[in-house]
């Protein structure tokens, strides 16, 4: 069926880049079990739009709403690709993947893995001579088993570690049951596997950061009111946005959760595209410790777990603060059921401090004016960690994404008085958390002022001519092909990149451009001959640019979970080594934080900030904010004009 970018009301959809609804998502489901896979042996993993190609919704040609799904069938351990056509009802296409393709997980999965071990008498007499008895308070958490030079034969495994509570509120991070995994197949549906080495003493010190146990809340702060009492400056139709200059529509995978469709900033009275798509393309926690069992753990949170169905349904006052716009993610269980995460998105400004300021020392006046962001956002608990990811979009044209990790370390037990050096003892009853690094790759599928774009490095450099010795400069350098672009941070030249739009010029006739500031632009510290590192290949490097193809979407390849690594990702497509310069281009940035545990970040970890700013460079012949009204925040004084407009008596 063809569908126009206009209005499809009958299918409740009002753009063609609109997630799918719940009834588009049993649609598909209806279709393909009366299809392909009727067996019972099925199980989903995801149902989502199909995306219209991006020229076809450039030149406003007609195009057909289509679901892509991935499915496996436990019957004989495959794994499937389907394109549903919606409104003919047809599979269009239906693909068996390679043996050994994995899929990622599905939350119901986790469940399914947990009550099996628990009910497993293998394991039930391995905890019991233990010493560990109630299996109500044991806890199974399933990891993926990522791949460690072993066949896995079909298999489709998880990899659970396990921790015991002391009660039900008790959490179980402070006590892992150290030395004992359980390996499940979610195919067969059973234990496949008990890893039952060396026992430790399970560290009984608690860690728990619930009021109940932490006691009375302090009572010497004050509320903080955020008013807006004109309400939100935002407008909303469907999953378009309208806010000060920009526009975008928003999105929602299962794989990605938040995904920024057309970013636009309008500029006289033009709306000037600058990414056509946005999102999480991957990410990973790989650990530093040698130890048997934490050497294996290293999590591809994204594409192994599916980020997106992750997400958690977002609260006002607690998540986020001040006239909120929430955004629903619709996703499917493995059975088919369409499944909706409520609130998973959530829009809002923020005030942020100023924007600019001056202040005339002959005439004793001052201007300022304040800055705000418009707050786009979604969390994802991955077990233990907590992932809230944003996207902060500000008046000057400037874009951040933000990653804010908090939750609960991964931790792990050694003898007490041991001193394990690849981790930090929490206390002095063996728990420890090793030294770890989250690792996340962001893809942007730029179009700045149109398709065809370029990328600079600029880094500053000393000219050999220096008899005053204080000369540098900033020295562009086009990146010309994807094996050029395949570069890494120098804060010693400061370098930054430059997304350059060479088809249009600026005031002074230098090509408009947006920069990438690259902060928190480190490496995977694991070796290269590490079989994580070969996996995860996307965090060797920190840009990456790629000529655009729609097939290429996460920077470790489709499906990453039990992969080698040999045959998909970004080191994969970048050895076509093709033209990148004006062409369609997708920038890749990799950055992340290289945890060295502290005893702060125990029992619960406070926030830290991971990301990246994109910055316009030459992409506005000044300062777009001139116009910004004087007094822009409603929480200042009651008059404007002295606020931001003051004189100096
Ligand atoms: N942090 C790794 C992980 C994610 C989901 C489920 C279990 C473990
Ligand atoms: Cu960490």
């Known amino acids: 069926m063809t569908l126009t970018t206009e209005t499809h009301a009958h299918l409740g959809v009002s753009h063609p880049l609109d997630p799918l609804s719940r009834e588009e998502i049993s649609r598909v489901v209806a279709v393909l079990k009366e299809g392909p896979a009727a067996a019972e042996s099925f199980r989903f993993i995801s149902v989502e739009l199909r995306e219209p190609a991006k020229e076809d919704l450039r030149n406003g040609v007609r195009v057909a709403r289509e679901a892509d799904a991935v499915l496996v069938d436990r019957a004989v351990g495959r794994s499937f690709e389907a394109v549903v056509d919606l409104e003919a009802g047809t599979v269009e296409r239906w693909v068996q993947l390679a043996a050994g393709v994995q899929p990622p997980f599905m ?66 991070y402070a006590h892992p049951i150290e030395n004992f995994i359980v390996f499940y197949d979610l195919s067969a549906g059973k234990v496949v596997r008990l890893e039952d080495d060396q026992a430790i003493p399970v560290p ?20 903080i009111n955020i008013t807006q009492p004109e309400g939100a400056s935002f407008t909303v139709t469907g999953n378009h946005v309208r806010w000060a200059d920009w526009s975008f529509r928003v999105g929602f995978t299962p794989r990605e959760g938040l995904v920024l469709h057309q ?56 998540d986020c603060l001040g006239e909120i716009k929430y955004f629903d993610g619709n996703s499917v269980d493995s059975h088919g059921n369409p499944w909706t995460i409520e609130n998973a998105i959530c829009m809002h400004e923020e005030d942020d401090s100023i924007l600019w300021k001056h202040f005339d020392f002959r005439e004793g006046t001052a201007e300022t004016r304040r800055s705000r962001k418009l707050v786009i956002s979604f969390i994802a608990t991955v077990a233990n960690y907590e992932y809230a990811f944003y996207w902060h979009l500000f008046l000057d044209g400037s874009i951040e994404f933000l990653v804010k990790a908090t939750g609960i370390l991964s931790t792990a037990g050694q003898n007490p008085g041991e001193n394990n050096p690849y981790g930090q003892n929490l206390n002095n009853d ?111 490097n920190n840009l990456w640019v790629t000529a655009y193809n729609r097939t290429e979407r996460f920077a470790a390849g489709e499906y990453p979970n039990q992969a080698t690594g040999a045959d998909d990702g970004l080191h994969i497509w970048t050895q076509q080594n093709r033209n990148i310069v004006d062409q369609d281009l997708v920038i890749w940035y990799t950055f992340g934080m290289h945890h060295v545990v502290r005893l702060e970040d125990w029992p619960v970890m406070p926030r830290q900030n991971i990301g990246f700013m994109l910055e316009p460079h030459g992409f506005f012949n000044q300062n777009p904010t001139l116009n910004l009204p004087t007094g822009t925040t409603p929480t200042t004084t009651t008059n404007d004009d002295t606020c931001c407009h003051t004189t100096n008596q």
């Open 107 to 172: 939350p119901d999965e986790f469940a399914e893995c947990e009550e099996a071990c628990r009910k497993d008498p293998e394991v039930i007499a391995a905890l019991a001579k233990r010493g560990l008895t109630d299996l109500d308070l044991v806890c199974f958490e399933p990891w993926s088993v990522g791949y460690f030079g072993e066949d896995a034969q079909g298999r489709r495994l998880m990899r659970a570690l396990v921790f015991v509570r002391d009660e039900a509120d008790d959490s179980p």
């Open 204 to 223: 009984p010190a608690r860690g728990n950061y619930l009021p109940k146990y932490v006691g009375e809340a302090r009572t010497d702060l004050k509320p």
């Open 263 to 318: 970013l636009k900033f309008r500029d006289q009275g033009v709306d000037r595209p600058v990414i056509n798509r946005a999102s999480l393309s991957e990410m990973v926690v790989p650990y530093g410790d040698t130890a048997p069992v934490q050497a294996k753990k290293n999590a591809f949170d994204s594409g192994e777990y599916n980020i997106g169905n992750m997400a958690n349904s977002l609260t006002l006052g607690c």
């Open 430 to 540: 063996g728990l420890y958390a090793p030294i770890h690094q989250h690792m996340f790759n962001v893809r942007m599928d730029f179009e700045l002022d149109g398709p065809n774009n370029a990328v600079y490095e600029v880094d500053m450099e000393y000219p050999e001519h220096n008899p005053t010795h204080t000369a540098f400069k900033a020295v562009d350098r086009l990146l010309e092909t994807e094996q050029q672009a395949i570069r890494k941070t120098d804060s010693a030249k400061h370098r930054f990149w430059k997304i350059a739009n060479r088809d249009k010029t600026n005031l002074v006739n230098e090509p408009v451009a947006y920069r990438l500031i690259p902060t928190n632009g480190i490496q995977l510290a694991a070796g290269d001959e590490s079989y994580v590192s070969k996996r995860a290949q996307f965090a060797r």
